[in-house]
């Protein structure tokens, strides 16, 4: 199927690494040039700047700390006069730190909310002069968000938030922009593999109905395809991939 991303210009918050890395890869591999958002891991940054590139696609990169409201700030500005406007805005950003339900401080609490529900919030209320007409958002979720977690409490409830904000924002943008997200389950990302950490040895045999946890393209091809105009009749919507989690 043709995606009919030709000549689009997409956002994709923490690209440097997992599944925005691979998301920017995709979207430039289906003819869409990719701004290339990171906060710390610079050279993972460039990689995906460089795969980008190989696509023959322009790539940019933009240090963006989407808790830092200025940050979110100056790089929106400069994506102004760079890109003039973005057809595409995936937020991948996101950290899952795993601690006991009795022992999180409220610090950590704090910390794991910003990144995960607020960064998104104020992203793409920044964005939302520079979204062109027919332009989509795809925010990354979690089934975490679905189901709640008793070692990543606040992540959970963050996700909880970002399917509902998706909602939200779905309303308020209509009809002029599409707003989706994708709740994933295990994937085999650097995140994926502290959360494992929590998790028995057998859970995905035990849990999934396809027994193994996400590459991180086969997110991608999910979030890929709520950006594109193939999904054109879809907004407001949480696409569910997580190997047959809610079916076990
Ligand atoms: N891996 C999984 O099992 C899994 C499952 C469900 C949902 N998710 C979600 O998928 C998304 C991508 O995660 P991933 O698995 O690719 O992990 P990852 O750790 O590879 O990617 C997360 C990215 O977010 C960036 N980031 C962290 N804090 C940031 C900040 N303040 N500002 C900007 N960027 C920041 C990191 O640098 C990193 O590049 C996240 O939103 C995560 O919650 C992952």
Redesign the pocket.
């Known amino acids: 199927m043709d995606l009919q991303l030709t000549d689009k210009i997409a956002l994709v918050?923490?690209a440097?690494?997992?599944?925005?890395a691979a998301t920017a890869r995709l979207l430039a591999a289906e003819g869409a040039d990719v701004v290339v958002?990171?906060?710390?891991?610079e050279q993972?940054a460039a990689a995906t700047v460089e795969a980008v590139r190989q696509h023959g696609r322009r790539g940019f990169l933009c240090r963006?700390?989407?808790?830092d409201a200025g940050d979110v700030q100056r790089a929106v500005s400069e994506l102004d006069l760079e890109s003039r406007g973005l057809d595409i805005l995936v937020q991948?950003?996101?950290?899952?730190p795993v601690g006991d339900f009795d022992k999180v401080s409220a610090g950590e609490w704090a910390r794991v909310v910003a990144?995960?529900l607020n960064?998104p919030f104020h992203v793409l209320q920044a964005a939302i002069p520079l979204l062109r007409d027919g332009a989509a958002v795809v925010n990354?979720?979690?089934?975490?968000g679905q189901t709640g977690v008793p070692h990543q409490a606040h992540y959970a409830a963050a996700?909880a938030g970002v399917i509902n904000l998706t909602k939200s924002a779905a309303r308020a943008l209509a009809p002029r922009v599409r707003v989706n997200c994708v709740a994933?389950?295990?994937?085999l990302?650097?995140?994926?593999q502290i959360?494992a950490t929590a998790l028995p040895p057998d859970y995905a045999q035990q849990k999934l109905l396809l027994q193994r946890f996400a590459e991180?393209e086969e997110i991608a091809a999910c979030i890929a395809f709520l950006a594109s105009p193939v999904s054109g009749f879809i907004t407001g919507e949480t696409l569910n991939a997580n190997g047959g989690r809610d079916l076990r």
């Open positions: 918050t923490g440097s690494s997992g599944i925005g958002g990171f906060q710390r891991n993972g963006l700390d989407v808790t991948s950003s996101g950290v899952a990144v995960n960064g990354v979720a979690s089934v975490a996700k994933p389950g295990m994937t990302t650097e995140m994926g959360t991180p």
